[in-house]
T-cell receptor, first 115, second 117 residues
Framework: AQSVTQPDIHITVSEGASLELRCNYS??????LFWYVQSPGQGLQLLLK??????LVQGIKGFEAEFKRSQSSFNLRKPSVHWSDAAEYFC?????????????FGTGTQLKVEL | GAGVSQSPSNKVTEKGKDVELRCDPI?????LYWYRQRLGQGLEFLIY????????KSGLPSDRFSAERTGESVSTLTIQRTQQEDSAVYLC???????????????FGPGTRLTVT
């Protein structure tokens, strides 16, 4: 069965600093990978996704993520964090076929931005 | 266009009562998903609809939980005889999922916060 691990429950960074949120997955082949952001009282918004091809994926709001097959990782990065980036971030994995199209989510990383 | 909507946004109910949660997906989206998010946890998959059929119900935690979808549109998640452990945010998502396509992007609604007292 597929699984996702986000080892950092909380992260605090200063505004303007760089950010990296970790995500490791367990799956027998190359899965589809996603990062979602959830702001208080809001639904989940897709930041970026990886299906195939270039392993460095660009998303919205200046985020990017890199798929590393050898490390089973899909870490999310941003070069310079803004105060509005404070939110909860979820990594998710989906099976390309035969998985019923459901997503398996990590437990999330809560990002706090200090001004 | 309009996104995924859910109602009610908040629901407080007494233990033992039944509740119905509603999801209106994006128009034209054939796939619809229900997830549950307990406090401090990630999302747990509950059920997936393709059209009005539910090919994957594997995440429903007990027979107190059921869901239906009509007209390839609105879906209702019903929880019977609610328990305190059912307290969570219930999120609905939809995706276009054209026939023969693989996994497609899911668009989430704002969720229904259920509190069982």
């Amino acid at each position: 069965a597929q699984s996702v691990t986000q080892p950092d429950i909380h992260i605090t960074v200063s505004e303007g600093a760089s950010l990296e949120l970790r995500c490791n997955y367990s799956y027998g082949a190359t899965p589809y990978l996603f990062w979602y952001v959830q702001s208080p009282g809001q639904g989940l918004q897709l930041l970026l996704k990886y299906f195939s091809g270039d392993t460095l994926v660009q998303g919205i709001k200046g985020f990017e993520a890199e798929f590393k097959r050898s490390q089973s990782s899909f870490n999310l990065r941003k070069p310079s964090v803004h105060w509005s980036d404070a939110a909860e971030y979820f990594c998710a994995v989906g099976r390309p076929t035969g998985g019923g199209n459901k997503l398996t989510f990590g437990t999330g990383t809560q990002l706090k931005v200090e001004l | 266009g309009a996104g995924v909507s859910q109602s009610p946004s908040n629901k407080v109910t007494e233990k033992g009562k039944d509740v119905e949660l509603r999801c209106d997906p994006i128009s034209g989206h054939t796939a619809l998903y229900w997830y549950r998010q307990r406090l401090g946890q990630g999302l747990e998959f509950l059920i997936y609809f393709q059209g009005n059929s539910a090919p994957d119900k594997s995440g429903l935690p007990s027979d107190r939980f059921s869901a239906e979808r009509t007209g390839e549109s609105v879906s209702t998640l019903t929880i019977q005889r609610t328990q305190q452990e059912d307290s969570a945010v219930y999120l609905c998502a939809s995706s276009l999922n054209p026939p023969g396509a693989g996994l497609d992007e899911q668009y989430f609604g704002p969720g229904t916060r259920l509190t069982v007292t």
